[in-house]
């Protein structure tokens, strides 16, 4: 496997198929058991978030490296609605949806680093990232 | 993936066997619904120690079952959530509110026993 992947998402299963991938590139950068299910369910509910809102997008993942540290970079992209009120959308319990409202807040907590662009009627995209230590 | 469920006395229990998508896990849920009257079952067990992740639809859809299968007279225990899952279920603030949880399949069957002979004490 090479130090990036790409996957398409648009079903529940491409959710299952991009944990997977994630796990893989984790496991395969040096990270260690506790911090591969981190950054596998962070980007569960990520992609869950590309489903339920924009139906199709895209997500990434690869090895990013600043100075001596090593990590993993995960990208998560749709052409869906936006959001339009990106820090109301990251609280927690917050969801437009039937949802439980802890996936973006969530997955902020799981990862080191967490950034969200959004824009109305062009999409979101999420970039996560995490080091090893 | 379909998850078997097997019927132990008047318990079932439900063992996952591979990682599950979203469909997968409403399918046992409605599965479940059904079997529990079929089986006119008082307990039920769903074995986790499989899934590698545990996230928000599927606590959401755990609990969903829980409360369900309570309404047909049947209390649920989730046993086997691996310590790396509990982990992250902490930190992503999921809680399984309202649903028991055992170590294993072992300390399943005794919670349910218990609670079998806890509600037949209630009756008396």
Avoid: C
Wanted: proline residues 3%.
């Amino acid at each position: 496997m090479p130090n990036e992947a790409q996957i398409p998402i648009s079903s529940d299963f491409d959710i299952v198929a991009a944990r997977q991938q994630g796990r893989q590139l984790a496991l395969k950068l040096g990270f260690q058991g506790g911090d591969v299910t981190l950054i596998a369910a962070a980007i569960s509910e990520m992609a869950r978030n590309i489903v339920d809102h924009a139906k199709k997008g895209e997500m990434t993942f690869e090895r990013i490296q600043n100075g001596t540290k090593n990590g993993i970079q995960i990208i998560a992209r749709d052409d869906g609605p936006g959001i339009p009120d990106v820090n109301q959308a990251m609280q927690y319990g917050y969801s437009t949806r039937r949802g439980l409202g802890v996936g973006l807040p969530g997955a902020k907590w799981l990862m080191d680093e967490f950034d969200i662009v959004s824009k109305v009627g062009k999409g979101t995209t999420v970039t996560m990232k995490k080091w090893l230590t | 993936m379909q998850v078997p469920i097997l019927k132990q006395g008047s318990f079932l229990i439900a063992s996952i066997q591979s990682v599950l998508s979203d469909a997968d896990l409403l399918q046992l849920r409605d599965d479940l619904a059904d079997r529990v009257g079929k089986s006119r079952s008082r307990g039920v067990i769903i074995d986790v120690t499989v899934l590698d992740v545990i996230d928000s639809f599927a606590t959401r859809t755990l609990r969903a079952i829980a409360h369900m299968l309570k309404l047909r007279g049947a209390e649920t225990v989730i046993v086997g959530i691996q310590p790396e899952v509990a982990f992250a279920m902490v930190q992503l603030g999921l809680t399984l509110e309202g649903v028991g949880t055992s170590l294993d399949l072992e300390e399943g069957l005794t919670f349910l026993d218990q609670r079998a002979k806890r509600k037949v004490k209630d009756a008396k």
